[in-house]
Structures are given as C-alpha cells and as structure tokens.
C-alpha cells in the first residue's frame, strides 16, 4: 500500500517535495515510480528508482531539476522538485513495481498506486 502526500500550490521557480509512504511488502528489487497525470493528458513517467542499489531514472523534462531519493528505514521515497514550472502541473502519483528488472516508464508494469497528490504551479 502506497500513500503519497506533499503537493500543493507552488509559484514558477519554486519547490515542493512530495514523499511516498510505503507500507506491506516490498522486495529489494522493488522499484517505486512517480507519475503524473494533466487533465486531457496521458498519465506520463516521471522518476523511478530502485529499492536496493543506486538505480534512478528521470524523464527528459525534469533532469537536472528534480531528484529522486529513498530512506528505506522509513519505506519512504521522496521527489524533490526544484525550478517548478506551468508545465509540471499535473496530480502526482507514486507506484510500486514489485519485481522490478529495471525502472520501467510503462505505468501498466506499476501494480500498486498511491492515492494521487495534487501539484499546482502558478506563472
């Protein structure tokens, strides 16, 4: 089961820092993805990154701007978004890979999801 929480409204230029709770089972070949998903737009990878090891992975548009991190004594992932712009807006979701090989940026590989967290950035 996955909770994530930390959106919110933020200015262009701005940041925000959403965390992905995880609880029950994960295995250390898990992988946790985040996504997003626009209104009238197709749910899109965002990050990833492995349970175990040094593994992340980030789409194009959020490189040197977001940075994907894990404290595994809390079974917490976390996004930080720096530099936000118009165009990140979108509800976030993190999702588990239970067994994953690599970070996949196909959202049906994910079989658990969080509940979604709303990120807003005003121009």
Not at 3 to 28: D, M
Not at 67 to 79: C, Q
């Amino acid at each position: 089961q996955l909770q994530a929480y930390g959106g919110g409204l933020v200015q262009a230029g701005g940041s925000l820092r959403l965390s992905c709770a995880a609880s029950g089972r994960t295995f250390s070949n898990s992988a946790i993805g985040w996504f997003r998903q626009a209104p009238g737009k197709e749910r899109e990878f965002v990050s990833g990154i492995k349970l175990s090891g040094t593994s992340t992975s980030y789409r194009d548009s959020v490189k040197g701007r977001f940075t994907i991190s894990r404290d595994n004594a809390k079974n917490t992932v976390y996004l930080q978004m720096n530099s936000l712009k118009p165009e990140d807006t979108a509800t976030y979701y993190c999702a588990l890979d239970l067994a994953a090989r690599s970070i996949s940026y196909n959202w049906k590989t994910y079989t658990s999801w969080g509940q979604g967290t709303q990120v807003t950035v005003s121009s």
